[in-house]
């Protein structure tokens, strides 16, 4: 989809690439008017299987905010049957082709499996996946106030907390291993403690990469927010599955 903005050479570009890694037909609509529904009929006729979407800066689009992508992105995110990859900070050919060769993955809640997210990630082929853990400090935080005395301090230092991570999302990682072996695919996995958000823009952003992020049309599920508030600070594309 183009819209005029700046993002939309970038989401072209994105489409013409994943096209030809998934030799799979490209269909591109104009959109400057923003009509969502039209969008998801679109895609709906076509039985996409992604749909691409500039999504422009708050900076770019006056009328914007911070917490906002826009209503139609937000929108997007929230009753498209399909996932949805948002094109932010405009890139170059070269830049995109990168992009999609180094793949971020982070595991953002321990709720969900993400197993539709991985299976994106593979699909892409990439050269490069980091599979992304964190323990949330906020969390932690809370527990450590709550379970004061109660507990052993020992089991909520960082370390303990990175270990509980790795067990709880292993049965994921020894799948993502066995396939990324299978596929000759550079796989780093990294468990941390922090604030999830933060240190997943922050690997996102420490490159040109795609991050592939598990979301629920549930907007008051806390995996829909957090997969908007990665898009929001991300500056490379984000695959929202």
Same mark, same amino acid.
């Given at each position: 989809?183009? %819209?005029?903005?700046?993002?939309?050479?970038?989401?072209?570009?994105?489409?013409?690439?994943?096209?030809?890694?998934?030799?799979?037909?490209?269909?591109?609509?104009?959109?400057?008017?923003?009509?969502?529904?039209?969008?998801?009929?679109?895609?709906?006729?076509?039985? =996409?299987? *992604?749909?691409?979407? #500039?999504? #422009?800066?708050?900076?770019? +689009?006056?009328?914007?905010?911070?917490?906002?992508?826009? $209503?139609?992105?937000?929108?997007?995110?929230?009753? $498209?049957? /399909?996932?949805? *990859? /948002?094109?932010?900070?405009?890139?170059?050919?070269?830049? /995109?082709? =990168?992009?999609?060769?180094?793949?971020?993955?982070?595991?953002?809640?321990?709720?969900?499996?993400?197993?539709?997210?991985?299976?994106?990630?593979?699909? *892409?082929?990439?050269?490069?996946? !980091?599979?992304?853990?964190?323990?949330?400090?906020?969390?932690?935080?809370?527990?450590?106030?709550?379970?004061?005395?109660?507990?052993? #301090?020992?089991?909520?230092?960082?370390?303990?907390?990175?270990?509980?991570?790795?067990? %709880?999302?292993?049965?994921?990682?020894?799948? +993502?291993?066995?396939?990324?072996?299978?596929? !000759?695919? %550079? *796989?780093?996995?990294?468990?941390?403690? =922090?604030?999830?958000?933060?240190?997943?823009?922050? $690997?996102?952003?420490?490159? #040109?990469?795609?991050?592939?992020?598990?979301?629920?049309?549930?907007?008051?599920?806390?995996?829909?927010?957090?997969?908007?508030?990665?898009?929001?600070?991300?500056?490379?594309?984000?695959?929202?599955?």
């Amino acid at each position: 989809i183009t %819209d005029g903005s700046n993002q939309s050479t970038t989401a072209s570009t994105l489409g013409k690439l994943i096209s030809e890694k998934l030799k799979a037909t490209l269909h591109k609509q104009s959109n400057p008017k923003g009509a969502t529904a039209d969008l998801l009929k679109l895609c709906e006729k076509h039985e =996409g299987d *992604l749909l691409i979407v #500039p999504a #422009p800066f708050g900076r770019d +689009i006056e009328v914007l905010k911070d917490e906002s992508l826009g $209503s139609v992105v937000d929108m997007l995110l929230q009753e $498209s049957k /399909c996932p949805v *990859l /948002c094109a932010r900070q405009p890139m170059t050919e070269d830049e /995109c082709r =990168g992009a999609l060769e180094d793949i971020l993955l982070p595991v953002l809640d321990l709720e969900h499996g993400h197993k539709k997210a991985a299976e994106w990630a593979f699909r *892409l082929s990439p050269k490069k996946l !980091e599979l992304l853990g964190v323990a949330d400090e906020e969390v932690i935080g809370e527990a450590r106030a709550m379970f004061e005395g109660a507990i052993d #301090p020992e089991a909520l230092k960082a370390e303990a907390l990175n270990r509980a991570v790795q067990r %709880d999302i292993g049965s994921l990682v020894a799948a +993502i291993q066995k396939l990324a072996s299978e596929n !000759e695919i %550079d *796989l780093h996995v990294e468990i941390k403690t =922090g604030r999830p958000i933060e240190l997943t823009q922050t $690997s996102a952003n420490s490159r #040109p990469r795609l991050s592939v992020v598990f979301t629920t049309h549930d907007h008051t599920n806390a995996a829909h927010h957090h997969a908007v508030d990665v898009v929001l600070g991300a500056t490379g594309p984000v695959l929202v599955v």
